[in-house]
């Protein structure tokens, strides 16, 4: 399955923005899918997962600001990102949980 995000930009801080991820195939039978984020001269980081029953979990620097969601039926993964920070420029690629291949990741830049 090839994972394909979209929906990046530049955004100024405190503002939104709403990430796409579509598969290729199926992502019914998968169970976990997440999104990542790696900012410049940082590791790649996990910072949201959702179950394939539609439990989530979230890093600690995105809590109460970003809602993960999915739609099996559509083979999509959602990213809606709230109040961003400087902090969270970065490119966002989703995965699953644990990682496989790396897809296209989207950019999100975030001025001050």
């Known amino acids: 399955v090839q994972l394909q995000a979209s929906g990046g930009g530049l955004v100024q801080a405190g503002g939104s923005l709403s990430l796409s991820c579509v598969a290729s195939?199926?992502?019914?039978?998968?169970?976990?899918m997440g999104w990542y984020r790696q900012a410049p001269g940082k590791q790649r980081e996990l910072v949201a997962r959702?179950?394939?029953?539609?439990?989530?979990d979230y890093s600690d620097s995105v809590k109460d600001r970003f809602t993960i969601s999915r739609a099996n039926a559509k083979n999509t993964v959602y990213l809606q990102m709230n109040s961003l920070k400087p902090e969270d420029t970065a490119v966002y690629y989703c995965?699953?949980?644990?990682?496989?291949?790396w897809g296209q990741g989207t950019l999100v830049t975030v001025s001050s």
């Open positions: 959702i179950s394939w029953g539609g439990n989530t």
């Open positions: 195939g199926s992502i019914s039978s998968i169970g976990v």
């Open positions: 995965n699953t949980v644990p990682a496989t291949f």
